[in-house]
Structure formats: structure tokens, C-alpha cells
């Protein structure tokens, strides 16, 4: 399938079918309702969903390591289908 593939320095949101669950005692849990597919994320993996999911406006500049990682990671979970691309910037719900 040749698709392409959304910038992953813009706007992301979840998934249709997915819900982000923050757990209290840090990290947090994507659930995919359609599938059933679980991702469980660990504190710091969740703090760079987080950053992923917040307004491009409001992001923090980043240095060059943390901008790798967070293309990096943003490219695995939208070619993977956790995120995907929000359309007219998104609320990254």
C-alpha cells in the first residue's frame, strides 16, 4: 500500500477507535476498541506521547536528539495506526 505519510512534526491526534488512558501512577495505556490491540507506555514513553499529542503551537522547542526521537516514535505509531494525522491543527484528543 503505497500511502502518504503525514508529517509527524503537525498536528496528531489518536486514532478513530482509540482511547489514551494516563494512569495515575505515570505512563499510560492506548486501547484500540476495534481491535482490542493494547500499547502500554511507560512514563517516559508517555511524556513523549504527550508531546506528540500537544498543539505544535504549544510545543517546547526541542534539541536535535529529543526532535529525532520524537519523529521517530511519531512515525512508528501513525504507520502503525495509533495516531494519525489532525485535520485543521486537532485538539490531539
Known sequence: MNRVQ???RGALRCAE?????????????????RTLALLECADPDAAIL???LADPAQR???????????????????????????PNGGDGR
Do not use: C, K, Y
Open 17 to 33: 477507535d482509540v482511547t489514551i488512558t494516563r494512569l495515575p501512577f505515570g505512563g499510560a495505556v492506548l486501547i484500540n476498541g
Open 50 to 52: 504527550a508531546a506528540l
Open 6 to 8: 503525514p508529517d509527524p
Open 60 to 86: 517546547r522547542p526541542h534539541n536535535d536528539q529529543m526532535a529525532a526521537v520524537l519523529e521517530r516514535t511519531a512515525s512508528r505509531l501513525l504507520d502503525d495506526g495509533w495516531l494519525v494525522a489532525a
